[in-house]
């Protein structure tokens, strides 16, 4: 949200090609984000889904 609001601050201030620019640096550092994200969630899931078996099967046996 931070680099959005930097962007939007910066828009308007400057030419057109310095707009484009600083448009096309707030898109990539974006599409990283993004990326990052989907990454460690694609790590997590798996550790959660194990984790979530694991207390499962805790219960039952507690239970019994």
Avoid at 1 to 24: A, P, R, S, W, Y
Avoid at 35 to 40: G, K, V
Wanted: charged content about 25%; overall charge positive; some cysteine.
């Amino acid at each position: 949200m931070e680099c959005i609001k930097n962007l939007g601050k910066l828009l308007g201030k400057t030419d057109i090609e310095g707009q484009v620019n600083q448009i096309e640096l707030v898109k990539q550092f974006l599409e990283k984000q993004i990326s990052d994200a989907y990454a460690e969630k694609n790590k997590n899931e798996k550790m959660y889904q194990k984790l979530g078996a694991i207390v499962g099967l805790m219960i039952v046996i507690v239970l019994i």
